[in-house]
Structure formats: C-alpha cells, structure tokens
C-alpha cells in the first residue's frame, strides 16, 4: 500500500526514468538506410560512387587463393558508414560455404574504406551512420561485383 508521499517519490522517480531513456535515445547515432531504389538528394549518386569503388578495388585485389580454387558465390553484405567516409561496421547477412570468400569480402570493403564523406545534400544533414545492404559476388570468370541485395 502506498502513502501520497510514496507514490508521488515513485512518480517522479518514474518520470526520470523516461527522461533519462529519452536523452539516451535522442543521443544515439541518426542511421539512414540506403536501397537499391534511392533516388533523391544526392543519397542515389553516394550509392553508386560507393559501389563503383567498392567493385574497383575488388578487381584490382582479386584474391590469388579464390582464383586458384576457382570459388564462387553471392553473399549479402550490410556496412555501416561514418559521417566522414569510414567504416563503423560490417556485418555479412548471408554467408558463404566459403570463409575464404566471407574473408576476402570483408578484406575488400576494408581495402575500399575509407569511402566519400557525406555530401551536403539535404538527405545527408540528419544521417550520422549510412547503412548500405548489397550482395557481393565472386564471379566464375575471377571478378568481383556488387548489386542490390535479395535477401
């Protein structure tokens, strides 16, 4: 049973509770998630740069193992990118039956890094970690691509 007393110290200790959790909340890093449909504001432009770098530098770091095994696969990638062009995280969605594969993507998209900072368009004023989801491919003719990710 509670007093007035009681009740009005558990209020207010509720209450600070859900201010607490707010200011948590409201300090966490802003995400925006970029998709194969985006179009607007420069974020579609981001995308293809980041892609073109990405495929560029896996071909010029095509690994010497994955060419002699003569492996092949697909695997769903999700990076998470800085304000200022670098990495925060990467996690593989679907892997490979291949670690050498898993291993050699994580590799490349390190390789890659850092990528573009920001641009000042508007999509990006609120983002403070882009997260970009695509489907990494080891090809049968020892290349590497990326395309929109199907999970």
Request: hydrophobic fraction near 35%; charged fraction near 30%.
């Amino acid at each position: 049973k509670f007093t007035t007393q009681a009740r009005a110290l558990e209020k207010r200790r509720l209450l600070a509770k859900i201010s607490q959790n707010d200011l948590d909340y409201n300090e966490r890093p802003k995400k925006a998630f970029l998709s194969p449909t985006t179009k607007g504001n420069g974020a579609a432009k981001y995308l293809d740069t980041w892609r073109k770098k990405l495929v560029q530098t896996g071909n010029s770091n095509y690994p010497v193992q994955i060419k002699a095994k003569d492996l092949q696969d697909t695997l769903i990638v999700s990076v998470e990118i800085k304000r200022n062009g670098t990495i925060n995280k990467i996690r593989i969605l679907k892997k490979s039956k291949h670690k050498l594969l898993n291993d050699a993507a994580l590799r490349i998209i390190r390789d890659a890094s850092p990528f573009e900072a920001f641009p000042d368009a508007e999509y990006f004023k609120t983002v403070d970690i882009l997260v970009i989801t695509r489907s990494i491919h080891f090809l049968p003719d020892n290349t590497f691509n990326s395309t929109s990710a199907a999970l």
